[in-house]
Structure formats: structure tokens, C-alpha cells
Nanobody, 121 residues
Framework: QVQLVESGGGLVQPGGSLRLSCAASGSIFSINVMGWYRQAPGKQRELVAAITSGGSTNYADSVKGRFTISRDNAKNTVYLQMNSLKPEDTAVYYC???????????????WGQGTLVTVSS
């Protein structure tokens, strides 16, 4: 099976920084897109950032200029560097991976369990 394990969430003051990591475990041949969604209380889950295997990125307008997504294909790991954090960034952040190939099996979507980021003074 394929698992995504997130780390790096926690409590931070406004203006602070956090770095989230998400590692995909298993005998993975390839992953197309990796990224992060988040869901704040009372709101829909939204795409925060995504990155393809080739390095193309996509960001939500609300985080552009503050967040940076990157990945290490050799480690099947995606990172989210979050700077200048705002209270509005408070949410559960979910790692995801699309089109994960394991041997002869294609997983269209794989989701992590989520990690809580709280931005508060």
C-alpha cells in the first residue's frame, strides 16, 4: 500500500514560519503531482499548492509570495515552506499525491491524515 505521512504542523505566532513535510512510503515507481490542501473551520477544503514531477507549481492566490512548495523525487517527499503566517492560515493541512504508480497499480489519489497548523498570538 501507499501511505503519506505529514509532519511539521503546530502552533506558531502570526508572522512566523513553519515547514511541512510529507513523505510517501512504499515501493513507488512514480508520482505525478504532490501537494497540499487545507481545511479551515467552517470552510471548504482548498488547494494550497501543488507541484508536478517536473517542477511546475500552482499556488492559491491567498498564499502566493508567502508559501513555497518543493519536492524531492528521489525521496518521494513534498515540502511546504510557510512564511509570514496569518491567523487565516489556521487549518488542517492535508498532503496528497496524484497518479501514484506502485508496480502495476495506479493510485489516482492518495491522502495523508492531516496535520494541524494553528496561527495565533
Amino acid at each position: 500500500q501507499v501511505q503519506l505521512v505529514e509532519s511539521g504542523g503546530g502552533l506558531v505566532q502570526p508572522g512566523g514560519s513553519l515547514r511541512l513535510s510529507c513523505a510517501a512510503s512504499g515501493s513507488i515507481f512514480s508520482i505525478n503531482v504532490m501537494g497540499w490542501y487545507r481545511q479551515a473551520p467552517g470552510k471548504q477544503r482548498e488547494l494550497v499548492a501543488a507541484i508536478t514531477s517536473g517542477g511546475s507549481t500552482n499556488y492559491a492566490d491567498s498564499v502566493k509570495g508567502r508559501f513555497t512548495i518543493s519536492r524531492d523525487n528521489a525521496k518521494n517527499t513534498v515540502y511546504l515552506q510557510m512564511n509570514s503566517l496569518k491567523p487565516e492560515d489556521t487549518a488542517v493541512y492535508y498532503c496528497y499525491a496524484d497518479n501514484v504508480v506502485v508496480t502495476t497499480t495506479l493510485y489516482l489519489e492518495v491522502w495523508g491524515q492531516g496535520t494541524l497548523v494553528t496561527v495565533s498570538s
